[in-house]
């Protein structure tokens, strides 16, 4: 089973701020995703790795960045948080085996 | 691009009673095809998966699904659910790569499931 931590769980900031939401593995697999999740909407990808060295816009990377600092960490970041960017983010990996896990979540307001 | 229809947003049942919840694709080939439940302030767990082979496929927790290529519909049984099946259940669609890798995932808007006692 994969192992993949979200820190914050949870964050309130204010609107103009610049927030980094952190994922890590422990499981040593290439591929990591993040997701934003909204009521009635589903998953949306933000942006995926396949790959320290690879990085992909997903379906809605507007006001957002990443960096793979090393195969284990992901990071997300909102240069200027706006308040349609509160909601539920959830980072993912594959392993090899193509399956998708999930972590918990890190629920972000924006006010 | 793959994309992912939920017709349903809202299905009560009672408890004991079976459960069918409908999942429509769209993508150029064959794809990789999966259910995952959300339960209130929870991450995604995975039920089940689809690759190849056997067209109807088990998953945890007594839930199962069959790959209709015909009809792009790939939708999660269960014969007779619990009350803690309550939860929310995203169907996906995942794009494969002409190595046999997995892509990216595409998310249907998901099914909320509500059971009554």
């Known amino acids: 089973d994969a192992d993949v931590t979200q820190t914050p769980r949870n964050r309130i900031t204010k609107t103009g701020k610049r927030i980094m939401l952190e994922c890590s593995q422990t499981k040593g697999h290439d591929r990591m995703y993040w997701y934003r999740q909204d009521p009635g909407l589903g998953l949306q990808l933000i942006y995926y790795?396949?790959?320290?060295?690879?990085?992909n816009k997903g379906e809605i990377s507007d006001g957002y960045s990443v960096s793979r600092q090393a195969q284990a960490k992901f990071s997300l970041s909102l240069e200027s948080a706006i308040p349609n960017q509160t909601a539920l983010y959830f980072c993912a990996l594959w392993d090899r085996e193509n399956i998708q896990y999930f972590g918990a979540g890190t629920r972000l307001s924006v006010l | 691009a793959q994309s992912v229809t939920q017709p349903d947003i809202h299905i009560t049942v009672s408890e004991g009673a079976s459960l069918e919840l409908r999942c429509n694709y769209s993508y150029g080939a064959t794809p990789y095809l999966f259910w995952y439940v959300q339960s209130p302030g929870q991450g995604l767990q995975l039920l089940l998966k689809?690759?190849?082979?056997?067209?109807l496929v088990q998953g945890i927790k007594g839930f199962e699904a069959e790959f209709k290529r015909s009809q792009s519909s790939f939708n999660l049984r269960k014969p007779s659910v619990h009350w803690s099946d309550a939860a929310e259940y995203f169907c996906a669609v995942g794009a494969v790569k002409n190595t046999g890798t997995a892509s990216k995932l595409t998310f249907g808007t998901g099914t909320r499931l509500q059971v009554t006692l």
């Open positions: 790795s396949f790959d320290v060295k690879d990085i």
């Open positions: 689809y690759f190849s082979g056997d067209t």
